[in-house]
């Protein structure tokens, strides 16, 4: 079964500090792997996607991650953290079925 | 271009009471999902389709029933309504299998039941 799992429930940064959100995978096939983020009361909306194209993928907002399959590992990074950050994110899996696989989530803040 | 639209935003429930959240879209996509969101747990699925007549259950499906007689519409309806089943509930909509498009997510709903 596929499965994702996020590493640390909580993250915080500085301002202008590097962004490292981790994620890693389970799945017997290559998967689809997603970065979604979630502002305080709202809806998720996607930040970026692999799709078995580029293993560096590159987002929205300055985010980017990167598909390393020998470490089953999808990380989201970003170079230098801003105040507007400060959200909830999620990985996620999906390999080729209709079902969408979250991980619990991880709540980045940021200091000024 | 309205994406995912659920309604209402905000829900109380006594014990015992049935009702229906509702999930259009208007995108055109094939597969609905429907997910709980609640503290710690991330985004559980609770029953979703991948097409007008066509359901099956996700990880947490007790308790709910759904529907799928057109391509843009989903309810979700609570049968009778638990203190468990507060959360906050999320429709999502997508591009056929295969595609690696992703979910676009409506703005959720938030149910209290007491």
């Known amino acids: 079964a596929q499965s994702v799992t996020q590493l640390g429930s909580h993250v915080s940064v500085s301002e202008g500090a590097l962004v490292l959100l981790r994620c890693n995978y389970s799945?017997?096939?290559?998967?689809?792997l997603f970065w979604y983020v979630q502002y305080p009361n709202q809806g998720l909306q996607l930040l970026l996607k692999?799709?078995?194209?580029?293993?560096l993928v590159k987002g929205i907002n300055g985010f980017e991650a990167e598909f390393k399959k020998s470490e089953t590992s999808f990380h989201l990074t970003k170079p230098s953290a801003h105040m507007s950050d400060a959200a909830e994110y999620f990985c996620?899996?999906?390999?080729?079925?209709?079902?969408?696989?979250f991980g619990t989530g991880t709540r980045l803040q940021v200091f000024p | 271009n309205a994406g995912v639209t659920q309604t209402p935003k905000f829900q109380v429930l006594k014990t015992g009471q049935s009702m229906t959240l509702q999930c259009a879209q208007d995108?055109?996509?094939?597969?609905m999902s429907w997910y709980r969101q609640d503290p710690g747990m991330g985004l559980r699925l609770i029953h979703y389709?991948?097409?007008?007549?066509?359901?099956d259950q996700g990880e947490v499906p007790n308790g709910y029933n759904v529907s799928r007689s057109t391509t843009e519409d989903f309810p979700l309806r609570l049968l009778s309504a638990a203190p468990s089943q507060t959360s906050v509930y999320f429709c999502?909509?997508?591009?056929?299998?295969?595609?690696?498009?992703?979910?676009?997510f409506g703005s959720g709903t938030r149910l209290t039941v007491v």
């Open positions: 999502a909509s997508s591009h056929p299998r295969g595609t690696g498009f992703g979910y676009t």
């Open positions: 692999y799709t078995s194209a580029a293993t």
């Open positions: 389709s991948v097409g007008a007549g066509i359901t």
């Open positions: 996620a899996v999906n390999h080729n079925t209709d079902k969408l696989i």
């Open positions: 799945s017997s096939v290559p998967p689809y």
């Open positions: 995108m055109n996509h094939e597969y």
